[in-house]
């Protein structure tokens, strides 16, 4: 919700600068103050990116997806307090700011790439983060203890230890819920954002019991979403923003209106017509063409002749 009401608000300052200039300099003045708001939103976003977190550079979707399958990745998720601190809280923090920006700017961007991957960076820092001061996990546990309660459901026992392995497979599903959950609040879909996610994922990392657990969660998170915009009492009623509307012709080309404008290329062109007309009088065109008009004429006057047949020879 804080995204989509910074977003709205940037919108309004770019066409607002964008009004205020063609209010003073005419279009096209207005033109190049739009493009230029719009250039530093973009390069407030670029230079977030290359300085603070270079992997954010794409939408997240290739590393989300090879995280939830299984795989490795130390720039987007990891598992030591310290690299956690040091790449995921920046990580998450940048690809929100940058997902503004981006928006903002007006760039065609699709927000369901990083919004996805913000889902589960957010379920991973509920999973992983360190809530108090003396550095104990409040939610890690509990992670464990849903895990040992599946390995008694799945092999008939309770190890003494949760191994690794299982906690990062109770991880990745928990990330799953929270890319669904992503779907489901920007695009009021909760079927959407179940979907997304199952053909995110293979079947390995799908059981299937998660297929109602992500169901349960993304039906909250729609109700939450619509609570939210209720709420705040905003023009928005939902998260997408953009929308079409028909206005009247407020600008014009010129600083001092239309009317001016177009009184302005009269003058021109009735000024250039006299020139032209000066011209010609001054020059020796005019009396060049009565000349010849009369030179014409006496050529013209001849005596009149009888028409006859000519003498052919037999």
Known sequence: MCMILVIQFLVRL???????????????????????????YALCGVCLIQLCAPACGGSGIPENKAFLNGGAMPNLYSAQPEE?????RRTLGVRACTNVLANAAGFPVGREGPMVTMGSNLAFLLCRLDFNTEGERLIEPLVREWAARQLVRVEGHRGELVDEHRLAHSTRISCTVG??????VIFNAPFGGLLYMFEEVTSLAWPGELTFRVFVATMLCSIISYGLCYVSGSEITEFVIYAETSQDKTWHWGASGREKTSRRWEEAWNGTLEDIQNMVNKSDIKS??????????????SKPRILGLANTPC
């Open 14 to 40: 770019k066409f607002h600068s964008m009004q205020l200039a063609m209010a003073q300099g005419g279009a096209l003045i207005g033109i190049l103050a739009l493009m230029g708001v719009s250039t530093a």
């Open 288 to 301: 060049a063409f009565y000349r010849y008009i009369d030179e014409k004429s006496k050529n013209n006057k």
């Open 179 to 184: 890319g669904a959950c992503a779907i489901a």
């Open 84 to 88: 956690f601190s040091e790449a995921c």
